[in-house]
């Protein structure tokens, strides 16, 4: 089971930006994939999480509204727009996954047991 986040960068405030998270060794439409990012001095907190590749999650009051989760089963991929992007969004932003397949969203980290690498997103102007 691994999963790949990719698509962080320097973005300045109010543009936008996609994150993509590559899943690939289990069956993505069974699992539930979460966002969380990692502000610096920060703990790391959830932001939104797709289960069964239509329901969605949202747990951050800043980032909804502004940020889309979405899937493509196609290509084992879980998506994050992000549009109207701040500077307290600068972050390290990570997908993650339950140990258990149909384990329901979740915005706590410990109930996450395989964690993609990070992608740095900076938001400055």
């Known amino acids: 089971v691994q999963l790949q986040a990719s698509g962080g960068g320097l973005v300045q405030p109010g543009g936008s930006m996609r994150l993509s998270c590559e899943v690939s060794?289990?069956?993505?439409?069974?699992?539930?994939i979460g966002w969380f990012r990692q502000a610096p001095g920060k703990e790391r907190e959830g932001i939104s999480c797709?289960?069964?590749?239509?329901?969605?999650?949202y747990y951050t009051d800043s980032t909804e509204g502004r940020f889309t989760i979405s899937v493509d089963n196609d290509k084992n991929t879980v998506y994050l727009q992000m549009a109207d992007l701040k500077p307290e969004d600068t972050g390290v932003y990570y997908c993650?996954?339950?140990?258990?397949?149909?384990?329901?969203?979740?915005?706590?980290?410990?109930?996450?047991?395989?964690w993609g690498q990070g992608t740095q997103v900076t938001v400055s102007s």
């Open positions: 797709i289960k069964n590749g239509e329901a969605t999650t």
């Open positions: 060794g289990f069956t993505l439409y069974t699992y539930a």
């Open positions: 993650a996954t339950p140990a258990r397949a149909r384990t329901d969203c979740s915005r706590y980290t410990y109930l996450y047991h395989t």
